[in-house]
């Protein structure tokens, strides 16, 4: 699924140290399916050559090298044509510029001629990042609604100090290039996601739990943040990178994910409930270590509160979507915890199957609501997730 086919998008590379980043960023873009049209600045291009974005991007390169080889209404041209214009990195002179309205090289009078968005990705010395002109320069840039940053992260910098002014990461980039030409379907919607699995203690070592990734969950805040929504991720021990976009809230246990739950209820205007939560959990835990040698323990179990079926019990709810996994066909058990959870829908999926479901890239999933079922073939967790989203807005409107 390639969520900038069609899209237009200019890549504009100042002189800054980071711009060999810029080559990753490219070829994100370019497999997104963005039309690219790189535009080096005279520094940008003694640091990374054209050749090198003429290969990523399969089209010319625009360079400003200050003798009036571009065309003079090269600026008029690509002002109309792009829907985004990203600058990474945005140097403190290319920042400077633009926020004084400057147009003195073919990337800033591009950004004066366009009315397209423009997201900036500074990157420069730390002590340029905080000097007072420069954010001077950046607060009155915020103030623009067409003008928005991403970063910059903190940490070692290539003159050796240490802070603010990293570029941010290509990857990050991308997601908020995503964000800014997604449809905005959920702008205005805050939902509220649970993700992984659940541990319960048995001792200060082990616990019980489920082979659950979160893989869906993290997939769907993605899908979510691309389509302009507001996203909290509640998240069990997982190993994947917090998702761009997204207020994460890291939890253990069944009982710390229903006060997450809880606590973020109020601002919520739709409930996903894909965290695996373990519907067990030790009566009494083991305050030290279990020894081997003493035997197999006895443990008493005893169960977990069922979130999903709390909230929907309460008088003042959001939009309730549960998640079934099964050993088997998930039909009928959708069936049965949509009409006794009193849920809008339910995302079943038969964990059975090979290459689905638990710790896989993939899902085989049927949509109930009160109205319709859908059985959906094998698809990868980003492609199920954008239809899981389709109908949360269809069943919303």
Known sequence: MQFLQGKSILLGISGGIAAYKSCELARLLAKEGA????????????????????????RPVLVDR????????????????????????ATANTLAKIACGLADNLLTAIVLASRAPVLLAPAMNVQMW???????????????????????????????????GRMEEPAIILQAALRLLGPGTLRGKHLLITAGPTREPIDAVRVLSNRSSGKMGYALARAAVRRGAEVTLISGPTSLEA?????????????????????????????????????????????????KSSGPPALELVPTVDILKKVAQKKKKPFLVGFSA?????????RRKLREKNLQLVVGNDISLSGSGFDSEQNQAVLVDRETEERLPLLSKSELSEKILDRVEKLLN
């Open 326 to 334: 099964e050993f088997g066909d998930p039909l009928a058990e959708a």
């Open 243 to 291: 998702p761009w976009g997204v207020d994460l809230v890291r939890v253990e246990t069944a009982a710390q994910m229903l006060e997450a739950v809880e606590k973020n209820l109020d601002k919520a205007n739709v409930l996903i409930m894909s965290a695996a939560v373990a519907d067990f959990s030790v009566k009494e835990t083991h305050q030290g270590k279990l020894k």
């Open 130 to 164: 905080a000097n007072e002109i420069t954010q001077e320069n950046i607060e009155r840039l915020h103030r623009r609604e067409r003008f928005h940053f991403i970063g910059p992260a903190s940490g070692e910098l290539a003159c050796g100090e240490d802070g603010p």
């Open 35 to 58: 039309q690219l049209h790189p535009v080096l600045t005279r520094a940008g291009a003694e640091l990374v050559g054209p050749r090198t974005f003429e290969a990523l991007c399969g």
């Open 66 to 89: 200050g003798d009036g080889s571009a065309s003079a209404l090269a600026h008029i041209e690509l002002a109309r044509l792009v829907d985004l214009i990203i600058i990474a990195p």
